[in-house]
């Protein structure tokens, strides 16, 4: 079945610093990715998304490319903020389907 | 839109009592999604409504539990005889068609 790895946290990093946390898939198909944040509490919120082999989602500075020969979706961001500490999840979507997966979170702490 | 509300945010309850949860979507979007959250894991799927119609019910999903949406609007997730292992946040989200999802804030479920 369809599923998402995603690096092991805790990560911790000062105010911008530059932040990449990996994420690779295995799915049929041509799923849809996604990255998720989820700020202490909060519900999940929909950070970017790319629907289709090389497209980079992007939103508040953070940038994600769908590589299929590599079958990663990476999220990146230059420079950090304290405010962008939070969980992140990495999620498909199988084509012709309708749900999520997740994979299990990466904390990302940022220290002023 | 004043987004996906759930109600309680927080549920402490003895084992093997029942409890039941709330999912208000946003008004205009017909398909419903229960997802589970353990600590440290990303959400799972538990079930999916599309208007009133029950689609789907993951595995996870044992006879303890029902979800039901009536009139295709508000839907309700019941657990009868909780388990500690039930302890977890429950999430709701609501889409229109397949795009993209809103998730609430959840609830908590602690079972004691």
């Known amino acids: ?112 | 839109d004043t987004g996906v509300s759930q109600d309680p945010r927080h549920k402490i309850t003895k084992r093997g009592q029942n409890v039941t949860f709330r999912c208000d979507p946003i008004s205009e979007h017909n398909r419903l999604y229960w997802y589970r959250q353990t600590l440290g894991q990303g959400p799972e799927f538990l079930t999916y409504f599309q208007n009133e119609a029950q689609l789907e019910k993951s595995r996870l999903l044992s006879d303890r539990f029902s979800a039901e949406r009536p009139k295709g609007s508000f839907s309700t997730l019941e657990i009868q005889r909780t388990e500690q292992g039930d302890s977890a946040m429950y999430l709701c989200a609501s889409s229109r068609e397949t795009y993209g999802y809103t998730f609430g804030s959840g609830t908590r479920l602690t079972v004691v």
């Not at chain 1, 919120?45 to 989602?57: C, N, S, V």
């Not at chain 1, 020969?69 to 939070?86: C, I, M, R």
Request: overall charge negative.
């Open chain 1, 1 to 112: 079945g369809d599923s998402v790895t995603q690096m092991e946290g805790p990560v911790t990093l000062s105010e911008e610093a530059f932040l990449t946390i990996n994420c690779t898939y295995t799915a049929t198909g041509y799923p849809s990715l996604f990255w998720y944040v989820q700020y202490p509490g909060e519900g999940l919120q929909l950070l970017l998304k790319a629907t289709k082999a090389d497209d980079k989602g992007s939103n508040k500075g953070f940038e994600a490319t769908y590589r299929k020969e590599t079958t990663s979706f990476h999220l990146e961001k230059g420079s950090v903020q304290v405010s962008d500490s939070a969980v992140y999840f990495c999620a498909l979507r199988g084509s012709n389907d309708y749900k999520l997966s997740f994979g299990a979170g990466t904390t990302v702490t940022v220290r002023a």
